[in-house]
């Protein structure tokens, strides 16, 4: 690991700011679109997370205490069943 102020830590912030720069301008994570959102969340709570609430700002979770899953067929995210 590069020791803050000397030449090689300079040359890695250098480096971690061009990196960064080039990451934004080629693969740039806009807002997600509100579908792939609910379609995520749907997924999730299928597979047993529970949305209960928020805290601070962000949702809480946690995993339900069923042990038996609910099936995709229940509910698909996506309308495609496996």
Request: aromatic share 4%.
């Amino acid at each position: 690991m590069a020791k803050r102020n000397t030449a090689e830590g300079d040359r890695l912030d250098v480096l971690v700011t061009l990196v960064e720069a080039w990451e934004r301008k080629h693969y740039s994570l806009s807002r997600p679109r509100r579908v792939t959102v609910d379609v995520i969340r749907r997924a999730l709570e299928i597979a047993g997370v529970e949305f209960i609430g928020e805290n601070g700002g962000s949702p809480d979770v946690r995993l339900r205490q069923s042990k038996k899953p609910r099936s995709y067929k229940q509910g698909s995210p996506t309308g495609v069943h496996p």
